[in-house]
């Protein structure tokens, strides 16, 4: 299974529109931060997790030609906000885009996306088929079975997912112990980690490193990045071992 970070930047992304301080004018590519996306592929199966306002430039990108299904982790804008482009994927395939997510993201995709639920059949709206996850229970997308582990993001519930050997969890300021063993033995585990300055509903850097030393992991990646954390190549060197920011691009095997 091949995991591809296709984001990794807070809501407003990185540079922040406007902003001329050392990381938004950085000539290094790896400060450049799209809204947070992942990219699964297995032998079989192409899976993205979140559709954010960067849906369309991600797949352009990364050369997606074939999208079995969306994954949400939960329903804010930085996450749904693309769901409109599954109109390509929708007319070369000539089949309705499969959507997983739970109610509560169901609720806010037919409000945003009015127009893919009305059953118009206007001709060139999305096509979607929605598939409830329950938070509890695994599910199968054809070879790849995901583990839902459920987290918080201030008072909302959100959806980080374990697939095999890789955990995923972005958009948490807090993590239950019990769900947090879900993501125990995982190989890499991804974490959100906005910046240093304490956050509501997101894990600051600190805390995400206490939280990927209680999971134990092999290695950890930080994403959903501020451009408030600094540079790329600084943070990184004062990492502890086995830690590391993600970038736009990571690819990683398991
Ligand atoms: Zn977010
Ligand atoms: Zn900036
Ligand atoms: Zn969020």
């Not at 019990?178 to 300055?197: D, I, W």
């Not at 209680?214 to 954390?229: E, P, R, V």
């Amino acid at each position: 299974m091949k995991v591809t970070f296709l984001g990794t930047g807070t809501s407003q992304g990185v540079p922040f529109i406007g902003c001329d301080c050392a990381v938004c004018t950085s000539p290094d590519a790896r400060n450049n931060r799209l809204r947070t996306s992942v990219l699964i592929q297995s032998d079989t199966t192409t899976v993205v997790i979140d559709s954010g306002p960067d849906f369309r430039q991600q797949m352009l990108r990364q050369g997606v030609k074939k999208l079995d299904a969306i994954v949400f982790t939960h329903g804010h804008k930085d996450h749904v906000a693309g769901m409109d482009d599954v109109r390509a994927f929708n007319f070369h395939d000539q089949k309705a885009m499969q959507v997983y997510a739970d109610l509560q993201t169901q609720e806010v995709l037919k409000r945003e996306f009015q127009y893919v639920f009305q059953n118009l059949n206007y001709p060139g709206i999305p096509q979607v088929d929605l598939n409830t996850i329950d938070g509890y229970n695994s599910f199968k997308i054809n070879d790849l079975e995901f583990l839902p582990i459920r987290v918080l993001h201030y008072k909302m519930e959100v959806l980080g997912f374990r697939i095999g050997d890789f955990t995923y969890i972005t958009d948490a300021n807090y993590i239950e112990l019990e769900e947090m063993n879900k993501a125990k033995g995982s190989k890499g585990l991804v974490l959100n980690a906005l910046r240093y300055q304490d956050h509501p509903s997101h894990f600051t850097l600190p805390q995400a490193i206490d939280v990927a030393t209680a999971i134990g992991a092999n290695d950890a990646y930080f994403t959903h990045i501020s451009h408030q954390l600094g540079l790329h190549n600084e943070v990184e060197k004062t990492l502890p071992q086995g830690m590391h920011l993600a970038y736009d691009g990571l690819s990683l095997e398991f």
